[in-house]
């Protein structure tokens, strides 16, 4: 995968991105977003924010920078933003997940949402994720992690693979391939509908601030 081969897919998916994958994926863009309500005054960077479906979601006292690479994409949330007059957007921005544009530890809550499977260096963008996060503030992975164990599963997400550049994601994505040489505490994981194809990673930065700071 790389930057203008997820530009090109989602160019073609972005007029029905919506209708074809808002309600296959609501089930973990709405258990993120549940997790995050759970605690008010935060601000939030959502890394992939897409058409911005996730965005009226949110508690109004929560305050939100959404990214993404697409402009297509952040077009359609520009319009949600405006007509559903969600003032506790601060801003849509066009960035690279790989080279977040913000200063370390500016967010208290860092979430992305199906987009670990897309980006060119997933490693290198989780470490940006942690850069902008505070420390000891949370980071949620929302995503498809590939089945490790023997199966048809399996079998399916590796022949699925080659395919990558087309599908516009990487069907045989891992967990632990996510996590490694990263420096987070997985404090939770859940599956999630449909089928639990999905899982919603809750990590804690553990970077000291000094760290972070770096």
């Not at 980071?139 to 399996?154: K, M, Q, S, Y």
């Amino acid at each position: 995968m790389d930057s203008e081969s997820i530009r090109n897919a989602y160019r073609r998916y972005a007029r029905l991105y919506d209708k074809v994958f808002g309600t296959i994926m609501a089930p973990g863009r709405h258990a993120a977003v549940e997790r995050i309500n759970r605690r008010g005054g935060l601000r939030v960077l959502e890394v992939g924010v897409g058409t911005g479906l996730s965005l009226p979601d949110y508690r109004k006292d929560i305050r939100v920078v959404g990214i993404d690479l697409s402009t297509d994409m952040l077009r359609i949330a520009q319009k949600r933003v405006r007509d559903e007059r969600l003032d506790n957007v601060e801003g849509l921005l066009e960035m690279d997940a790989g080279k977040l544009a913000f200063e370390d530890g500016s967010f208290d809550l860092v979430v992305a949402m199906y987009v670990m499977t897309v980006v060119p260096d997933p490693q290198g963008t989780m470490a940006e994720l942690q850069r902008v996060c505070k420390p000891g503030g949370d980071i949620l992975i929302v995503n498809h992690f590939a089945e490790t164990r023997p199966g048809i599963r399996r079998t399916v997400e590796r022949q699925l693979a080659p395919l990558s550049k087309t599908l516009g994601w990487r069907p045989d994505f891992t967990l632990d391939s996510l996590l490694a040489g990263s420096e987070v505490e997985v404090a939770a994981l859940e599956q999630v509908p449909p089928f639990g194809l999905f899982s919603v990673l809750n990590c804690r930065n553990t970077a000291p601030a000094r760290q972070a700071a770096q």
